[in-house]
């Protein structure tokens, strides 16, 4: 039986992910710490990301494009009223 791979996440949004996860457990270590400084970079750093993962969800691959998994609300609505649907 032949296994047939799919792509779900590019390269750039699997690093946007997890340099996510590091940076804030990094943000919540250093205000623990009281480092403020390295904390405010970080909040920096997670900014950049932010506006980074936002500008590649417009341009990016077309596994990363918020218009292919992200849906209107009338086709939530719909898929929610059809249970035998549901996965």
Do not use: C
């Not at 690093?15 to 909040?43: K, N, P, Q, R, Y």
């Not at 932010?50 to 494009?65: D, E, K, N, P, Q």
């Not at 609505?77 to 549901?86: R, S």
């Amino acid at each position: 039986m032949a296994v047939e791979r799919v792509r779900i996440w590019d390269l750039p949004t699997r690093l946007f992910h997890w340099t996510l996860v590091a940076l804030i457990a990094f943000s919540w270590w250093s205000a623990e710490e009281e480092h403020l400084d390295w904390h405010l970079w970080s909040g920096l750093a997670i900014l950049s990301l932010l506006i980074f993962r936002l500008l590649w969800g417009l341009v990016g691959s077309s596994t990363a494009r918020f218009a292919n998994f992200v849906r209107g609300p009338q086709s939530i609505v719909a898929y929610l009223k059809d249970m035998k649907g549901w996965r």
